[in-house]
Each structure stands twice: as C-alpha cells, then as structure tokens.
C-alpha cells in the first residue's frame, strides 16, 4: 500500500493514498475524542455532537440542505463515534471529489448548532438509547462492561444516558468541541483516484483554520486486579440466553497484540475455525459466534461471544473454555496456523479493495496509535508468529481468574455456571 502522510503547520495530520483508476474518492475526517474524554457528567456529549454537526452550517444551515446536495450526486455519507474517536466521511465518484471535500471539512469545521434542534435531538438520541436496551446482545455486553470497570472511564456508554444526555446544553456543545476540535487532534485521510497533489492542496487550503492548541487529555481506565472468575446475570425474557466470556489482556502497545490476533482467527476465523467447529458443527449450540480483542491505551479485553438455549448456557460455556485450554496446553498444527495466516493475509487484502475501506484503514490507526503499518508490515508480523508464541500468551491472557462471564436470559442455571467456572 502507498501513501503518504503530511503535517500542517497547525499540527493537521494528511493522509493520502491515491489509487490511480479507482473510480470513486472518500474523504474522511477523524478526531481522536469519544467517550473516554468525557467527564462523568458529559458522558454521550461526543456522540451527541457528531449527530448536531449534520443539523446544518454557515453555508448549508439545514440538515435537509447538506443531505440534498450529498445526495444529488450520489454519495455515500455518514459519521460514528467510538470511545476514542469521532469520524465524519463521504464517498463519491471522482468528479465530485472538490463537492465532498467542501461538505465533510463544512460539517467538521462550522457547524451552527441550532437550539432548536438540539432539542429534538435529545430526543432521538433518547430512541437510540432505547433501542439498544430493547436488544440482549446489547445487554449483556453493558452488564459486562460495567461490571468489568465500574467507576472507571470504560464503565461510560458511548450514547450515554437519558440523564446525561437531557442535560446537554448548547454552550456545553460549544465548549467541548473547543478543547477537542483542534489541530493536533484531527486527522484528514483521502484515498481513491485523485491525484495526491490534488488532495495535498485541498487539506491544506482547508483545514489550516484549526487552531494549534493541544486537545484535552483523555481519562484513562486503570484495569482492576482480578483473583478469580466472575459473574454476572441480567434476567430478561428472552428466547436466548447471550453469553459473553472477557479475559483481561494488556494495553494497545503490547506486542503480544499481533499473536492475540493470530489466536483469535484460529477460535473464530471463518467457518472452519475452531469455536465454529465445536459449537456450531459439533454442538449445534446456536447462531452466532464471535471473538475479538478490544485494546485501548491502558487496558485490553479478549471477548468471546455466543447464544444458545437458556437450558444449555453452563454446557457452552464449558465448551469455551475447552477450547481456550487446547491452545494453552498443545502446540497447533503447522497447516492450521498456516491457514490462520493466509485468513488473516488475504481478508486485510480484500477489505482494501474500496477507496473508502482504504481511507478508514489509515485514518484509524493513525488516531488512535499515530504509527501507521502497511499491510504488507502485518503480514511479515504475522508470519513470524511461532506455535510457541500462541502457547505463551495463550497461557498469559487465558487465566481463569481473569476471566468474567456475563449471560443475559431466563431461567440460566446460575449455580452450574459457577460450578463450571470453578472447576
């Protein structure tokens, strides 16, 4: 992959891949600021400002009027928000590369944040939030998390809550996006089949307006000591009961990092993995089956996550364990490693094929980690990686008094959980 990343004098971060005959161009702005640079009290305030800034602009001072003109040339648009960051984009044929840049840098860097509508908002969000609270999956992944890092920043939802939301205030909008919006907290990314002197003279004509000043620091999570499994149990009825099992890991700098990757494409990478061979083709436990590993600056969780009947919760919950404790306890096979590899090699190859997905790539990891590796630099990482190392972190991050469990449903037997984690 080729790019190149440029620093303004205001501390702007460019990143542009040009990708010569790619028919479309996404441009996506990014902010290194989500729910863990929150106060207690402004908990959702990110979120909740990525929504107003499409409520209009100086130029454009309507939601409908940027929606209209986005859409009247056929571009894909949207933003999200996440715990440490917050990013606007839009994609569209390379014609309009000039329109979409001016829209996205419109929505980022002068939004009017109407009164009016900030109180219908609240009241979206308020859907929002309920929505989530209406799915298990949901659920149990919040009963998890505040069980986990309870008076912690992890313990905060993105969305926030009905509470903290209804207390938003215009000034409350203005003043975070003050200490957040900065240049030195912003990050542009370009990809698709724009010239890079095109896309270097535009970031520069366009987001030199940002201030200099430093972001405010985020509130990091100190990851509790943990002597033995854990438990939590939300009854709710539902025709599943959801489980998820969390070990906790290490911080995002840890290089381990690269082998609990290799480790989770070998539990649930494609459908001959092994948690989908044990629990789907095996056990026929239920539908869905995930894993993945959540790492932040100060702390990281490898998650694994599955639904089956109420009557069968203990018995999968087992079945997760057994197979964690195969990778602690016997060596894998030179082929199945090989084939965790290649998974790994060719999906990062094939979700690079768009020039949005390419924009998105880059954008992340130099927000969250300011260090940008190619795809070619993660497959000699992977590469290296030896039976020996999936033993030794293995036997690292799966320590049962690491581990807490969370099940949403009715009726779990609660005791035969705890027997199974203490066996």
Known sequence: MKFTKTILDNGVRAVLAPMPGNPTVTVMVGVATGAFNERAEEAGMSHFLEHMCFKGTTKRPSARALSTELDSIGAGYNAFTSEEMTVFYAKADTAHFARIGDIVADIYLDPILPEAEIAKEKKVVWGEIDMYADDPQERVAEALRKHMYKGEQAEHDVLGTKQTVASITREALIDYRKRQYTGPNTVVAIAGGVSEKEMIAWAKKTFGVLSDEPAAPSFHTTDRSQHEPETVFVDKDTDQAHIIAAWRTFPRTNPDRFTMRVIQTLLRGGMSSRLFARLRDELGSGYYIGASHDIHPSFGRFVISTGTTPDRAAEIVKAILDEVERLKNEDVSAAE?????????????????????????????????????????????????????????????????????ALVGKGIDKETVARVLAS
């Open 337 to 405: 490693l090989a084939k965790a590899k290649e998974l790994l090699r060719a999906h990062l190859a094939m979700s690079l094929e768009t020039s949005d997905s390419v924009a998105d790539f880059l954008l992340d990891q130099e927000l969250v980690k300011k260090d940008i590796q190619t795809p070619e630099e993660f497959e000699e990482i992977y590469a290296a990686v030896t039976p020996e190392d999936i033993r030794r972190v293995a036997c690292l991050v799966f320590d049962r008094a690491k581990l807490t469990v």
